[in-house]
């Protein structure tokens, strides 16, 4: 938790970009997985993190503009509760701590809201994108669930992704200390993994790593040996000698702000020829990106950079012919980087995607291409200082993908389809960083974690 200052002028910036009506913010409640008194871990709504700081469930908030109050909505314990889950700080406590002056039992929001609304003044909530708050909204305010995003506040949108966009220093900090963590997390798979073992052995491995540093993971662990499946949550697999593990996993921070790195590494201890040429393409697509980052450059333009990058080095391997912009304009990279170069990382990991990605990621002069592959690209706008986002470029031989383009002839011309065939049961590379723009250009966040081939078989021959 930062100092009270901090959420007192996040709000007021927030109060002042508004200008009036009454702002809404839901906390989030506890899940249940099998029983409610069974539940999920909790986890805070990141905006209400961010302009309340208060990381426990049950809790709303409401920023009344028009009458400059700023109320928490919450109970404390009940000797039951504390009975079980021991002494809490009191909610006042909390409160003051987040600069808020006003606290009220949770009972009297909605005649609050009520009040408001009958008075006339304009309700701003964010999209609820959990059911226990599309529930609360359709009893409070009587829309039904499927009315509820349409209703949500653009103008609210936009003003908390104005703010949350743009990290500060302490959040810079936050973040590093969460990349680093991550980086731990990557070393130590790399230095354990076995041949022989499970992918689970070393996705617990890492999971406790976060968890001993006092974190948490910031998304499922993807730890796999078919790292061309691009979210493969399944740990079932057996590493074997002359395979590939992709590690796509990342920590976040006791205040939950979150790494989100990727590196690829061989069982054995060397890279074959194959992979070692593969994995040079992907580091170079990697490399280039980076050194394009700086202010005033669309991400768009980097992803697509990397895409030619990535197009070049096929075609070198004889995957890939004919021009290679050609190529990229018409898409061909995607059957094998079917995927966005990045995203922007904050107290999310795909930072702010709840409140839609457009929003996030594009603008009013970029806006989302309709084309396979770069369609994904979560983040395509122009890059501003205080930003931090990932680079995360693959490839990917994806068997189901490739027979669909090939049976369809899809971008033959700068496919060369018999040199694919050879690749079909090769996996899949991703490399990615977290990078923060600066004014000047950028900077990696973290230690460094080994990289590149030679690096990496340093590290895996150490292992053997
Ligand atoms: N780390 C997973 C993703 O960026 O989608
Ligand atoms: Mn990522």
New binding site residues.
């Given amino acids: 938790m930062f100092s009270t200052q901090t959420y007192i002028a996040r709000r007021a910036q927030l109060k002042k970009a508004l200008g009036s009506g009454l702002v809404l913010f839901l906390g989030n409640r506890e899940v249940g997985m099998n029983y409610a008194a069974n539940p999920y871990p909790f986890r805070q709504d990141s905006t209400f993190l961010y302009y309340f700081a208060i990381d426990k469930p049950d809790l709303a908030a409401v920023l009344d503009i028009d009458h400059d109050r700023e109320i928490l909505f919450g109970d404390d314990l009940t000797l039951e509760d504390i009975v079980w889950m021991g002494q809490q700080p009191r909610l006042r406590d909390q409160a003051e701590h987040a600069g808020v002056r006003e606290v009220m039992p949770l009972r009297r929001l909605p005649a609050f809201l009520k009040k408001a609304r009958r008075s006339g003044q304009t309700l701003h909530f964010l999209p609820p994108y959990r059911p226990e708050h599309q529930l609360a909204l359709k009893d409070w305010l009587g829309l039904a669930p499927a009315q509820q995003k349409a209703a949500a506040s653009e103008a609210l949108i936009r003003a908390v992704v104005a703010q949350r966009s743009y990290k500060s220093e302490e959040e810079v900090a936050e973040l590093e200390r969460a990349v680093n963590l991550t980086g731990d997390m990557h070393v130590a798979a790399m230095k354990a993994a076995r041949a022989g073992q499970l992918e689970a052995e070393l996705a617990g491995l890492v999971e406790g790593i976060a968890v001993s540093a006092g974190g948490h993971l910031a998304?499922p662990v993807?730890l796999t040996v078919q790292g061309q499946i691009l979210?493969n949550h399944y740990h079932g697999n057996t590493l074997q000698a002359g395979q590939l593990v992709l590690g796509?996993f990342?920590a976040e921070t006791a205040a939950h702000y979150a790494g989100?790195l990727?590196r690829t590494f061989p069982v054995s201890a060397r890279f074959t020829p194959k992979q070692r040429d593969i994995y040079q393409i992907v580091l170079d697509a990697q490399l280039h990106a980076i050194s394009l980052l700086r202010p005033g450059v669309r991400y768009l333009e980097v992803h697509l950079a990397a895409a030619r990058c990535i197009a070049e080095g096929l075609k070198a391997l004889g995957l890939m012919q004919g021009d290679m912009d050609e190529a990229v304009a018409h898409g061909a990279h995607a059957l094998f980087f079917p995927h966005g170069l990045g995203?922007m990382i904050g107290l999310d990991?795909?930072d702010m995607e709840n409140l839609g990605e457009n929003y996030v990621g594009y603008s009013e002069t970029v806006q989302r291409s309709t084309q396979f592959g770069t369609a994904y690209l979560r983040l395509a706008r122009e890059l501003e200082p205080g930003f931090v986002l990932?680079v995360?470029p693959g490839i990917y031989f994806i068997p189901q993908l490739i027979q669909q383009w090939k049976r369809a002839k899809h971008c033959a011309a700068f496919i060369h389809y018999p040199a694919v065939e050879k690749y079909r049961s090769f996996g899949g590379i991703r490399i990615e960083d977290n990078a923060l723009i600066a004014p000047d250009g950028h900077r990696i966040l973290g230690r460094p974690v080994p990289k590149s081939i030679a690096e990496v078989e340093a590290l895996r021959s150490a292992a053997h």
């Fill in positions: 998304y993807i979210h796509d990342g989100d990727t995203h990991v795909h990932t995360e």
